[in-house]
């Protein structure tokens, strides 16, 4: 018999713990968001970015945190919605993307939830036009549905090059 089926006397409360994820939540544009907990470093109420030139709208700049240079990302601008003023609502949620620090602005943070594998749908396809593959998918809780995001997958390949390019 493998260890992984010998009965160890745990509740059934401890397995479904194993089939949960944690998500920090956070509103952008009038909807609801969530990043995977573990991605997150800090949340930081907005204060002034050192723009750099020829960056793409979405990069607002960069801030020195303790001696780490971090990019600041403006997702409304990055997700093609409306802009926003800065205001004291305004918060910075800065993640650990791969190895890297980044910083995105959000319109604020909502809270912190738990969901199971179950109440978790992932995304639909929505044709060629979309780029969802930083989607996990939507979950639902308290019968309102956030989108959950890979931050990883958000950040990758083409933009992080960019960001890279700009700050070094």
């Keep these: 018999m493998s260890p992984s089926s010998v009965n160890t006397g745990n509740s059934s409360g401890a397995l479904e713990a194993a089939d949960t994820q944690q998500f920090l939540t956070f509103k952008?544009?009038?909807?609801?968001?969530?990043?995977?907990?573990?991605?997150?470093?800090?949340?930081?109420?907005?204060?002034?970015?050192?723009?750099?030139?020829?960056?793409?709208?979405?990069?607002?700049?960069?801030?020195?945190?303790?001696?780490?240079?971090?990019?600041?990302?403006?997702?409304?601008?990055?997700?093609?919605?409306?802009?926003?003023?800065?205001?004291?609502?305004?918060?910075?949620?800065?993640?650990?993307?791969?190895?890297?620090?980044?910083?995105?602005?959000v319109d604020g943070v909502s809270d912190v939830i738990t969901l199971a594998a179950a109440q978790i749908k992932p995304a639909p396809s929505l044709g060629t036009g979309a780029d969802t593959r930083h989607i996990i998918g939507f979950g639902t809780l308290d019968e309102r549905m956030r989108i959950l995001m890979d931050v990883e997958k958000l950040m990758a390949g083409a933009d992080m090059g960019l960001v890279d390019k700009a700050i070094h």
């Design 28 to 105: 952008l544009a009038g909807e609801e968001y969530g990043v995977g907990i573990l991605t997150v470093q800090e949340i930081r109420g907005w204060s002034r970015v050192t723009k750099v030139p020829h960056t793409p709208d979405w990069l607002l700049g960069v801030i020195n945190l303790r001696g780490v240079v971090v990019p600041i990302i403006d997702l409304r601008v990055k997700f093609k919605f409306a802009n926003a003023e800065y205001n004291d609502t305004t918060v910075v949620i800065i993640l650990t993307v791969a190895t890297r620090v980044v910083g995105v602005v």
